[in-house]
């Protein structure tokens, strides 16, 4: 058989073994969930969230609605709501984010809020003011339920991932959330997203943690 035929199925094999250890990653840019209290607030009593498009997520998509984020310093103008809505009122914003709300934000699970600042929310001249729910979003990977023997990871396990960007980089601190609600994807915020160079398509694998 021909040398450069071999390397071409070499190649591809190599190429299909990595695709299948790999998952792709998403870049999530800040957004907020609105409860029922804030949406009748900033949008008017009984309002119903307008859907834009889907997300990755099976149920979640991303909504026509746009609402401003102030803080003690600046503004943040143009922000996504993401449906639908929530039992509690959530903001993610980057790191970079806080510095110019002048917020000094944590790191937090999705979902996890108690003792976090709070922020106003502006939509057109209704304000809502979160008591606490501004977070910057610890990186996670949604692992759909069939997915997770794959991978052999477990529900709330934390791993590293070498995500191959156009500068490639190992996060650490990455956790897993195992859901037969999910699709596979990891989600990093857009500091995180800037830091590998990271394009539409970009793949990550992850990699475990010694004890």
């Known amino acids: 058989m021909d040398n450069q035929l071999v390397e071409s199925i070499v190649n591809e094999v190599i190429k299909r073994v990595q695709d299948e250890a790999c998952f792709e990653v998403e870049a999530s840019g800040k957004h907020v969930h609105l409860n029922r209290e804030a949406i009748d607030a ?17 149920g979640q998509y991303a909504c026509k609605e746009r609402v401003t984020l102030i803080g003690p310093k600046g503004s943040l103008h143009n922000v996504i709501v993401l449906g639908p809505e929530r039992k509690q009122s959530q903001v993610e ?19 996890k809020i108690e003792g976090t600042p709070g922020v106003i929310i502006a939509a057109g001249s209704n304000v809502h003011k979160l008591d606490q729910g501004l977070i910057a979003a610890q990186r996670h990977i949604h692992v759909k339920a069939e997915d997770a023997a794959k991978f052999n990871v477990t529900n709330g396990e934390i791993v590293q991932v070498k995500v191959m960007g ?46």
């Open 42 to 58: 900033l949008f008017g009593e009984g309002y119903q969230l307008t859907k834009a498009r889907d997300l990755s997520q099976p």
């Open 166 to 211: 156009k500068r490639p980089l190992i996060f650490d601190d990455v956790l897993i959330r195992v859901s037969p609600n999910f699709e596979t994807y990891m989600h990093i915020d857009y500091d995180e997203a800037n830091a590998c160079g990271f394009v539409k398509g970009t793949k990550g694998q992850i990699l475990k943690k010694t004890k």
């Open 93 to 111: 914003i980057s790191l970079t984010d806080s510095v110019v709300l002048g917020v000094s934000v944590p790191v937090r699970e999705s979902g």
